[in-house]
């Protein structure tokens, strides 16, 4: 059985792993870490939702001793865009890098042992913590805010994929799609290490149609009941 912290648990990709993670009989504990309240955290006594506007309160309150059950994957599928703050790519950085980074570290202190990423923003061949990066092609999914340009990335791969559906797979991937290969990377690698293309460095990324495969693998529950 394991526990989870999920970080970017309001978004495309992070509600879709909330979601799996509540209906996983593997996870019997999930934290999330939000400026907003997750959708559907109240419908599970699994969630233990920590909302704030300021993410240094997260670092802070994943490291706090506490009663609730010690953590061991780390599920990250908060990121930034430039345009979400201002155009400066100095201000992305400070999220999608030095912000991760702190929020693995403080994961890794609270006991995590596994960390699953969409996203490469602090995985390294020198990784301190088994880390499985989901590197997935154009997210397919409604976000509830205006992206044009994804919004006509996003119409091009469902045309090509009505006509070759396996170049559907490695132009383009839905969301619940990632975040079932999310969650079933993370609990194989608890299970029995990392997998796939992991080379002995501690990572281990996942591309574009690969997400598709991991994600049409055994049930989850199987991991580890």
């Known amino acids: 059985m394991a526990s989870a912290i999920l970080i970017g648990c309001t978004g495309l990709v992070g509600s879709h792993i909330l979601r799996n993670l509540i209906s996983s009989e ?16 109240s419908s599970s006594d699994k969630v233990h939702a920590f909302v704030s506007p300021d993410p240094a309160q997260w670092v802070a309150h994943i490291t706090r001793p506490s ?15 430039r345009a979400a ?13 030095s912000l991760q980074l702190e929020l693995a ?33 154009i997210i397919l999914g409604d976000r509830g805010e205006s992206r044009p340009g994804e919004w006509l990335a996003q ?4 045309c090509v994929g009505s006509v070759a559906p396996s170049w559907r797979d490695a132009l383009g991937q839905d969301a619940g799609v990632i975040a079932e290969a999310a969650l ?19 990572v281990w990324l996942v ?8 994600a049409r693998m055994e049930p989850v529950s199987s991991f580890l009941l």
């Open 67 to 81: 009663e609730r059950q010690r953590p061991t994957i780390l599920f990250s599928a908060f990121r930034s865009t």
């Open 184 to 202: 079933k990377t993370g609990l194989g690698g608890l299970a029995g290490g990392l997998g796939g293309e992991d080379d002995g460095s501690g």
């Open 207 to 214: 591309e574009r149609s690969d997400i598709v495969n991991v």
């Open 85 to 97: 703050v201002g155009g400066s790519f100095e201000a992305q950085s400070l999220i999608d890098h």
């Open 155 to 158: 119409g091009l791969v469902r």
């Open 105 to 137: 570290r403080a994961a890794r202190q609270a006991g995590c042992r596994v960390c699953v990423l969409i996203s490469s923003s602090f995985a390294s061949e020198r990784s301190w913590i088994p880390t499985v990066i989901l590197r997935p092609g």
């Open 26 to 41: 593997a996870i019997t504990s999930i934290n999330t870490f939000s400026r907003r309240r997750p959708p559907g955290a």
